[in-house]
């Protein structure tokens, strides 16, 4: 089931499935790199105005699934721009965001009406001399059956647009809601399950 915070911006209510801390693994394979397993925290929260902000981390993961190093991180903000009744069947997505080995990004998308889907691709890429070769890319994001999936594809001067990262990601759960959740229940808490 998917809350809608009181205080969240009516602009972004379509865009509150993200909402949240999501965890989960994936793999990362691209040209030129060392393929591998990695780990992947997501945050997507809110403040009121009319965006949400994204955190992304990522570490590479050995064959026992322990943190070995990390492998990136991004920041960034997601904004719905322009159709937010989404009468023409998608409402516009626009996502700015920086990544810890100097890339910027722009990407622009859609939202599909009636799914929680969203299909991403860059407008526009700046990065500082130190980092590697990118020319552009593109992203899907979906929440199914309550776990948020996501694939990345990415291009660089020699490399054409190629899938480069997925990840498979659940929900982490609020603890104080939890502790809420269980002053709600009766006395002994065991009739709750009679």
């Not at 992947?40 to 026992?64: A, C, K, M, Y």
């Not at 700015?96 to 622009?108: A, H, L, M």
């Not at 990345?152 to 104080?176: C, D, F, I, W």
Request: hydrophobic share 35%; charged share 30%.
């Amino acid at each position: 089931m998917i809350e809608i915070p009181s205080d969240l911006h009516k602009d972004v209510v379509p865009l509150a499935f993200l909402l949240g801390t999501w965890e989960g693994a994936g793999v990362y394979d691209f040209p030129g790199t060392e393929k591998c397993n990695f780990g992947q925290e997501i945050i997507f929260r809110h403040d009121g105005r009319p965006f949400l902000e994204f955190r992304s981390r990522t570490w590479v993961l050995n064959n026992d699934g322990e943190k070995v190093r990390p492998l990136e991180n991004e920041h960034g903000f997601w904004r719905i721009t322009t159709n937010p009744h989404g009468t023409s069947g998608e409402r516009e997505i626009e996502f700015s965001s920086v990544r810890d080995d100097g890339t910027v990004e722009i990407w622009y998308g859609k939202l599909h009406d009636g799914k929680p889907q969203i299909d991403l691709a860059t407008d526009a890429v700046a990065r500082i001399e130190g980092s590697a070769p990118y020319s552009g890319g593109k992203r899907l994001y979906g929440l199914v059956k309550e776990e948020l999936l996501w694939v990345g594809e990415k291009s660089a001067p020699e490399v054409p647009l190629r899938p480069y990262m997925s990840a498979q990601l659940k929900k982490v759960l609020n603890q104080a809601k939890l502790i809420q959740d269980i002053a709600d229940l009766p006395d002994d808490g065991i009739a709750f399950f009679r």
